[in-house]
């Protein structure tokens, strides 16, 4: 895609990666992804809001062809998608003084090795004018690395976020009016990312709130040209109230589990709260996260395997733990065969998850009975629960 105009003085420069799948090789991509890199262009000075990642590198050059002298390298976040063609660019443009956090510096020098001679770190809050454009640095940290800056461009109300409020989907337009068009892939991004630093984003927000955004441009997705969507889902995906939800990663050996599932997820459904049951055999993580992000209620549903449970479910408990959604309760479902000790690996492999354990429900073999309404009674002590936190 050809560079374009954000507004005047304001290009993007970035690449499309139309076909990326897997990032981090963990967070699947289903929208591929796109590397925005900005131009900003003052009276008297220009600066490079970040790069792109090195797989598309040319892309970046064919965009700056034409550009002969860039004074400013701004680097909000070191991860390679957004700095790892930073030296290419302190290489074409050897007059430019790459600006960054303060945290952010020993990361540039030792994760890209960059020479410490060209760096120059900026304030929280500081200013710099380019001639009629005024970049204010905003320290946002742990979106969703410790360093993370944003820059405001005051005369243009323009927010540059880096992956804060940004979306993994590559798309030919440039713009968005209204965050419903990329919420899905907002949502999954925060989940993957920035959920468990919940509370500190929370923080970052209210730090934004004042400035008078009219534009959002992200490091990931199209740029939104309302603001308030995008920020009102953002409040609500970090507040500490969870919805009316049961997530239910599972897996099954022989059915026996499948069974239970089945049982539960009717039981909870009658009883008015929403079920995400995920197979974790055939699971996209990237939406079993996003459905931690709003969830109650998690409920583990395994066979044992040498008496813990199934590992494939054992990755979703790694998961929850580390993504600390805001799950106000947890159980477990699942049977087994011989022996286990299912519920304590499980109850010990969350401990980051501040949840009342509900009554666990594991049979022997194939579920009889009185298994059934005991999965019954724990979509009773669901339902109650939610219903006591105003849940609907
Ligand atoms: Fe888009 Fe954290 O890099």
Same mark, same amino acid.
């Not at 509370?199 to 490091?219: E, F, N, T, Y």
């Not at 997820?265 to 995400?276: F, I, N, P, Q, S």
């Not at 929850?320 to 159980?331: E, I, Y």
């Not at 980051?352 to 298994?371: A, F, H, R, S, Y």
């Given at each position: 895609? %050809? +560079?374009?105009?954000?507004?005047?003085?304001?290009?993007?420069?970035?690449?499309?990666?139309?076909?990326?799948?897997?990032?981090?090789?963990?967070?699947?991509?289903?929208?591929?992804?796109?590397?925005? #890199?900005?131009?900003?262009?003052?009276?008297?000075?220009?600066?490079?809001?970040?790069?792109?990642?090195?797989?598309?590198?040319?892309?970046?050059?064919? $965009?700056?062809?034409?550009?002969?002298?860039?004074?400013?390298?701004?680097?909000?976040?070191?991860?390679?998608?957004?700095?790892?063609?930073?030296?290419?660019?302190? /290489?074409?443009?050897?007059?430019?003084?790459?600006?960054?956090?303060?945290? #952010?510096?020993?990361?540039?020098?030792?994760?890209? $090795?960059?020479?410490?001679?060209?760096?120059?770190?900026? %304030?929280?809050?500081?200013?710099?004018?380019?001639?009629?454009?005024?970049?204010?640095?905003?320290?946002?940290?742990?979106?969703?690395?410790?360093?993370?800056?944003?820059?405001?461009? /005051?005369?243009?109300?323009?927010?540059?976020?880096?992956?804060?409020?940004?979306?993994?989907?590559?798309?030919?337009?440039?713009?968005?009016?209204?965050? /419903?068009?990329?919420?899905?892939?907002?949502?999954?991004?925060?989940?993957?990312?920035?959920?468990?630093?919940?509370?500190?984003?929370?923080?970052?927000?209210?730090?934004?709130?004042?400035?008078?955004?009219?534009?959002? +441009?992200?490091?990931?997705?199209?740029?939104?040209?309302?603001?308030?969507?995008?920020?009102?889902?953002?409040?609500?995906?970090?507040?500490?109230?969870?919805?009316?939800?049961?997530?239910l990663p599972w897996v099954s050996m022989h059915g026996s589990t499948a069974l239970m599932v089945g049982?539960?997820?009717?039981?909870?459904?009658?009883?008015?709260?929403?079920?995400?049951p995920f197979n974790m055999a055939v699971v996209?993580i990237?939406?079993l996260?996003?459905?931690?992000?709003?969830? #109650?209620?998690?409920i583990v549903g395994a066979p044992t395997v $040498?008496?813990g449970p199934h590992p494939a479910v054992f990755y979703a408990v790694t998961l929850?733990?580390?993504?600390?959604?805001?799950?106000?309760?947890?159980?477990i479902i699942g049977s087994y065969?011989?022996?286990?000790?299912m519920?304590?690996?499980v109850?010990?492999?969350?401990?980051?998850? %501040?949840? /009342?354990?509900?009554?666990?429900?594991?049979?022997?073999?194939?579920?009889?009975?009185?298994?059934?309404?005991?999965?019954?009674?724990?979509?009773?002590?669901?339902?109650? %629960?939610?219903? #006591?936190?105003?849940?609907?």
């Open positions: 895609m %050809k +560079a374009k105009e954000i507004t005047s003085g304001v290009r993007w420069v970035g690449a499309e990666d139309w076909d990326w799948r897997l990032f981090d090789s963990l967070i699947p991509l289903p929208d591929g992804t796109s590397y925005n #890199a900005y131009l900003v262009s003052g009276r008297d000075k220009t600066a490079l809001l970040d790069t792109v990642d090195p797989s598309k590198l040319s892309v970046l050059e064919e $965009h700056l062809r034409d550009v002969e002298r860039v004074d400013y390298l701004i680097s909000h976040h070191v991860e390679q998608d957004h700095a790892g063609s930073l030296p290419w660019a302190l /290489e074409r443009y050897p007059q430019a003084v790459l600006l960054c956090s303060e945290p #952010a510096k020993n990361m540039l020098i030792n994760h890209l $090795h960059i020479s410490e001679a060209r760096i120059r770190t900026v %304030k929280d809050g500081e200013t710099l004018s380019l001639g009629g454009k005024t970049l204010r640095f905003i320290y946002t940290p742990w979106v969703h690395w410790p360093e993370t800056m944003s820059t405001f461009l /005051e005369e243009d109300g323009i927010l540059f976020s880096c992956d804060f409020f940004g979306s993994h989907v590559a798309s030919s337009d440039i713009f968005v009016d209204g965050a /419903e068009q990329v919420y899905e892939e907002a949502k999954r991004y925060y989940a993957e990312i920035m959920m468990p630093f919940r509370r500190i984003v929370r923080q970052d927000m209210d730090k934004i709130a004042g400035l008078g955004i009219r534009l959002i +441009a992200p490091s990931h997705g199209p740029v939104h040209r309302e603001p308030s969507s995008i920020i009102q889902a953002y409040r609500d995906w970090t507040d500490d109230k969870p919805h009316n939800t049961v997530v049982r539960l997820t009717e039981a909870l459904a009658e009883r008015g709260v929403t079920v995400y996209d990237g939406r996260a996003m459905s931690l992000v709003d969830a #109650a209620t998690i $040498h008496v929850a733990n580390v993504l600390r959604p805001k799950t106000r309760f947890a159980s065969g011989w022996a286990g000790r519920v304590d690996i109850k010990a492999g969350m401990p980051n998850l %501040k949840v /009342e354990l509900l009554d666990p429900v594991i049979c022997k073999g194939l579920p009889k009975e009185q298994d059934f309404l005991a999965l019954d009674r724990l979509a009773d002590a669901v339902a109650a %629960k939610h219903a #006591a936190l105003g849940l609907k």
